[in-house]
C-alpha cells in the first residue's frame, strides 16, 4: 500500500488526479478534513476510487481538542464510510503523546475504542495510533503496548530531512518495534524536507522497505507545509 493523506483539496476531481499523477492505490482520510464530507457523494467516491482506504478517527489526537478516544465518537466517525465500504481500515488516534494527558487514561479509551470497532466494523483492520517521534516514547509504548497487540498493523510516523533509509531517527523509530513482536508497522505519516523532484522517489523508498506507507500530504494549498508538497 502506497498513497498520500487527504488533508486539502477542491474536490473528488482534483483529489483523483493528484492520486494518478504519481501511480498510487491508497488514500489516508479524516472526517473533519480535506473535502466535504457531509455528502455521501464525496463519501462513495473516494471509498470507490482507491484500492485501499484508511480512515484516521479525528478524535484521540490531543492538538484536536479531544485528546482520548471516546469510542462512542469513534463509531459516528467511522459508521458512514463502512456502509459503504467494508474493509477499510481505521487508523485510531493520533500521536497521543503530543500534549499533556495520561497514558494510562489514553490506553482505557484506546482498549474500548479497540472493543467497539471489533463489534461494529468486524471487516475493518485496525492500526494503531503512531507516536509523535522522540517524545516520551518508552513510556506511551508500554503503556499502550496490549492495546497495540490486538490491532493489524503497528502505526508509525517518520519525518526526516534529507534522506528516510538509513537515518538515526529512522532507526531509533523502527527499533522501538522489534518484528517478531509487534504487528507489522504501517507509516502512517511521512514527510521529508528534499528537494521537490527527488522526493517521490524518496517516499517510494518507503513503499520498498516497509510495504505500507501514506506520506504528508495532499493539499490545494501549497503554502500549507510547502517542503513536504509533491
Same mark, same amino acid.
Given at each position: 500500500?502506497? !498513497?498520500?493523506?487527504?488533508? @486539502?483539496?477542491?474536490?473528488?476531481? $482534483?483529489?483523483? =488526479? +493528484?492520486?494518478?499523477?504519481?501511480?498510487? #492505490?491508497?488514500?489516508?482520510?479524516?472526517?473533519?478534513?480535506?473535502?466535504?464530507?457531509?455528502?455521501?457523494?464525496?463519501?462513495?467516491?473516494?471509498?470507490?476510487?482507491?484500492?485501499?482506504?484508511?480512515?484516521?478517527?479525528?478524535?484521540?489526537?490531543?492538538?484536536?481538542?479531544?485528546?482520548?478516544?471516546?469510542?462512542?465518537?469513534?463509531?459516528?466517525?467511522?459508521?458512514?464510510?463502512?456502509?459503504?465500504?467494508?474493509?477499510?481500515?481505521?487508523?485510531? !488516534?493520533?500521536?497521543?503523546? @503530543?500534549?499533556?494527558?495520561?497514558? $494510562?487514561?489514553? =490506553? +482505557?479509551?484506546?482498549?474500548?475504542?479497540? #472493543?467497539?470497532?471489533?463489534?461494529?466494523?468486524?471487516?475493518?483492520?485496525?492500526?494503531?495510533?503512531?507516536?509523535?517521534?522522540?517524545?516520551?516514547?518508552?513510556?506511551?509504548?508500554?503503556?499502550?503496548?496490549?492495546?497495540?497487540?490486538?490491532?493489524?498493523?503497528?502505526?508509525?510516523?517518520?519525518?526526516?530531512?534529507?534522506?528516510?533509509?538509513?537515518?538515526?531517527?529512522?532507526?531509533?523509530?523502527?527499533?522501538?518495534?522489534?518484528?517478531?513482536?509487534?504487528?507489522?508497522?504501517?507509516?502512517?505519516?511521512?514527510?521529508?524536507?528534499?528537494?521537490?523532484?527527488?522526493?517521490?522517489?524518496?517516499?517510494?523508498?518507503?513503499?520498498?522497505?516497509?510495504?505500507?506507507?501514506?506520506?504528508?500530504?495532499?493539499?490545494?494549498?501549497?503554502?500549507?507545509?510547502?517542503?513536504?508538497?509533491?
Amino acid at each position: 500500500m502506497f !498513497g498520500f493523506i487527504l488533508t @486539502n483539496a477542491k474536490d473528488y476531481k $482534483e483529489v483523483k =488526479a +493528484y492520486a494518478d499523477k504519481f501511480g498510487v #492505490d491508497t488514500i489516508k482520510i479524516v472526517p473533519t478534513w480535506g473535502i466535504p464530507w457531509d455528502k455521501d457523494y464525496n463519501r462513495i467516491r473516494i471509498l470507490r476510487g482507491f484500492k485501499n482506504v484508511i480512515i484516521r478517527t479525528p478524535n484521540g489526537d490531543p492538538l484536536s481538542g479531544k485528546p482520548y478516544l471516546h469510542w462512542e465518537e469513534v463509531i459516528a466517525y467511522i459508521k458512514p464510510f463502512y456502509r459503504y465500504r467494508r474493509d477499510i481500515i481505521i487508523q485510531l !488516534g493520533n500521536e497521543p503523546n @503530543n500534549g499533556f494527558i495520561s497514558p $494510562e487514561g489514553y =490506553a +482505557y479509551h484506546f482498549q474500548l475504542s479497540i #472493543d467497539a470497532c471489533k463489534r461494529e466494523f468486524p471487516l475493518a483492520k485496525l492500526i494503531s495510533a503512531p507516536l509523535q517521534q522522540r517524545n516520551k516514547n518508552e513510556i506511551w509504548n508500554t503503556a499502550l503496548f496490549e492495546c497495540t497487540m490486538q490491532c493489524d498493523y503497528t502505526g508509525i510516523h517518520l519525518y526526516e530531512d534529507f534522506t528516510f533509509i538509513g537515518s538515526v531517527r529512522e532507526q531509533e523509530t523502527i527499533n522501538q518495534y522489534p518484528l517478531d513482536l509487534y504487528p507489522p508497522l504501517f507509516i502512517c505519516e511521512a514527510g521529508i524536507n528534499v528537494p521537490k523532484l527527488t522526493r517521490i522517489n524518496e517516499y517510494r523508498l518507503l513503499e520498498t522497505r516497509y510495504g505500507n506507507a501514506v506520506w504528508y500530504h495532499m493539499v490545494a494549498d501549497k503554502k500549507i507545509d510547502g517542503q513536504y508538497h509533491l
